[in-house]
Nanobody, 115 residues
Framework: QVQLVESGGGLVQSGGLLRLSCAAS????????MGWYRQAPGKERELVAQ???????NYSDSVKGRFTISRENAKNTVYLQMNSLKPEDTAVYYC?????????WGQGTQVTVSS
């Protein structure tokens, strides 16, 4: 059974930082592309960052230069370092694992940035 478990969300002031983690099980992690998405109230889920199996990264324009995605295959974990947080970053953040044409999702973790 595939499980993706996010952690590290919380409440932070504008300009602050958070580090999200996503621990995966039930998949061959090193062969799985990983990503972070977010969904704010009343909005569609959007891509935040992706990292391929060989470490190539991609970011949405809204977070480029502030967020960093990384992966640690030995721990089956993907991270999202979020710096210089803004109120508009407030959302539920979801971890995504992509293997072939299958996508696996975590349950999400809330990030709230106060102004």
């Amino acid at each position: 059974q595939v499980q993706l478990v996010e952690s590290g969300g919380g409440l932070v002031q504008s300009g602050g930082l958070l580090r999200l983690s996503c621990a995966a099980s039930g998949i061959i992690f090193r062969l799985t592309a990983m990503g972070w998405y977010r969904q704010a109230p009343g909005k569609e889920r959007e891509l935040v960052a992706q990292i391929t199996t060989i470490g190539i990264t991609n970011y949405s324009d809204s977070v480029k230069g502030r967020f960093t995605i990384s992966r640690e295959n030995a721990k089956n974990t993907v991270y999202l370092q979020m710096n210089s947080l803004k109120p508009e970053d407030t959302a539920v953040y979801y971890c995504d694992g992509s293997f072939g044409n299958r996508h696996y999702w975590g349950q999400g973790t809330q990030v709230t940035v106060s102004s």
